[in-house]
T-cell receptor, first 111, second 116 residues
Framework: GQNIDQPTEMTATEGAIVQINCTYQ??????LFWYQQHAGEAPTFLSY????GLEEKGRFSSFLSRSKGYSYLLLKELQMKDSASYLC????????????FGAGTRLFVKA | DGGITQSPKYLFRKEGQNVTLSCEQN?????MYWYRQDPGQGLRLIYY???????QKGDIAEGYSVSREKKESFPLTVTSAQKNPTAFYLC???????????????FGPGTRLLVL
């Protein structure tokens, strides 16, 4: 089956760095997404990795290792507004294309 | 402004009633999707459509129906057969399915459905 695992909750301090891990077991891997979702709102796109390595975009970076079925999202210089859920999602090719979402990691940023 | 709109923001359903959730996009995207989100769970795919007049069942299609008569619109009907419809419903769209750089899904603001 297709499975995505990420921690349920994490807490970090304002100004610090936090790493949110995601492991996946899927067939037909075709890319990995990270989305941010504030409570009661829609997910917003953060990053997309299809090749191994690190993609940096401002305070956010995302890493992918396809051989290990592993990704992480790195958030630097944490701000209070970064308190949200972070969803790891894998695009798979199964005849057509489909995106499978993990349950999300709730990040609490404290002062 | 380009984007995806969903209406209504909140919807109340009575027992035995069918209700329809609206999703419209002006991004000229080919593909559209409906997801359901329950507390503490990931998004689960209900239906998706990669082209007008064609749609496919997702992982939890039972009790739901869709249509795709126009590229811009992908309404979802929650039928009385769906016994546990209370959830947050999200519509998304993405560009041409096989083109590199068009894979990202963009989401509407969501509709929260509650059963009376």
């Amino acid at each position: 089956g297709q499975n995505i695992d990420q921690p349920t909750e994490m807490t970090a301090t304002e100004g610090a760095i936090v790493q949110i891990n995601c492991t996946y077991q899927t067939s037909g891997f075709n890319g990995l997404f990270w989305y941010q979702q504030h409570a009661g709102e829609a997910p917003t796109f953060l990053s997309y990795n299809v090749l191994d390595g690190l993609e940096e975009k401002g305070r956010f970076s995302s890493f992918l290792s396809r051989s290990k079925g592993y990704s992480y999202l790195l958030l630097k210089e944490l701000q209070m507004k970064d308190s949200a859920s972070y969803l790891c999602a894998v695009r798979v090719s199964t005849g057509g294309f489909k995106t499978i979402f993990g349950a999300g990691t709730r990040l609490f940023v404290k002062a | 402004d380009g984007g995806i709109t969903q209406s209504p923001k909140y919807l109340f359903r009575k027992e035995g009633q069918n209700v329809t959730l609206s999703c419209e996009q002006n991004l000229n995207h080919d593909a559209m999707y409906w997801y359901r989100q329950d507390p503490g769970q990931g998004l689960r795919l209900i239906y998706y459509s990669q082209i007008v007049n064609d749609f496919q069942k997702g992982d939890i299609a039972e009790g739901y129906s869709v249509s795709r008569e126009k590229k811009e619109s992908f309404p979802l009907t929650v039928t009385s057969a769906q016994k546990n419809p209370t959830a947050f419903y999200l519509c998304a769209s993405s560009g041409e399915r096989a083109m590199v750089g068009q894979e990202t899904q963009y989401f509407g603001p969501g509709t929260r459905l509650l059963v009376l």
